[in-house]
């Protein structure tokens, strides 16, 4: 439980620089050199990754459980699930679905963390996907709040189109039916349907 908890502090900590401090992830970069504190920032992010996933691991070897919910709740995940690939594609493809989700990078987040929640109930899921739900909800506030004041990085623009919506909306769903289908069970060694 200790690595998954300090994969946590290093991959959540590090993508919380700019909601701890407006200007964080400027100066930052400004002192070390914008290429240095990408460097650093994979660094850490793909050191908290690996983390998670050792610790997450050896944490499903010895389950813990907190709760457990009715089985139609797997459904119900299943059913939140459906547009976390949509959105996550329409975060890098400008369109409608961008336009009306704001942020479908953290929605994507917060859907799929709020979806394993509702499927699974142990001390090790609660702080995997409970620390990521919390990061998001804290995250778009953070960032409605940067917005506000005129501190958020434009990043750069590109074009949008309803093809972008179509690739998202076919992409997508596509990458959900091969996570259902075969990915989850390989990735995870858990299949999402029994």
């Not at 679905?97 to 394993?116: E, G, T, Y």
């Amino acid at each position: 439980m200790v690595l998954l908890i300090l994969g946590l502090v290093l991959f959540l900590g590090i993508h919380s620089v700019s909601i701890v401090s407006a200007d964080g992830r400027n100066r930052l970069a400004g002192q070390m050199g914008e290429g240095p504190w990408k460097g650093l920032y994979s660094l850490v992010s793909l050191a908290g990754f690996a983390l998670i996933v050792v610790g997450y691991g050896a944490a499903r070897e010895a389950p813990v459980l907190l709760y457990t919910l009715p089985s139609g709740f797997k459904h119900l995940a299943a059913l939140l699930m459906l547009p976390v690939f949509v959105l996550l594609l329409a975060a890098y493809l400008p369109g409608r679905i961008q336009r009306a989700a704001r942020h479908p990078m953290l929605l994507a987040v917060k859907l799929w963390a709020l979806a394993h929640l509702l499927a699974n109930g142990t001390l090790a899921d609660v702080l995997l996907f409970g620390g990521f739900l919390a990061w998001a909800v804290v995250d778009r506030i953070s960032v409605k709040r940067r917005a506000a004041a005129g501190q958020l990085r434009a990043g750069p623009a590109l074009p949008g189109g309803r093809a972008n919506d179509a690739i998202a909306l076919v992409g997508g769903l596509g990458i959900y039916v091969l996570f259902v289908v075969w990915a989850h069970a390989w990735l995870v060694g858990v299949r999402p349907f029994g």
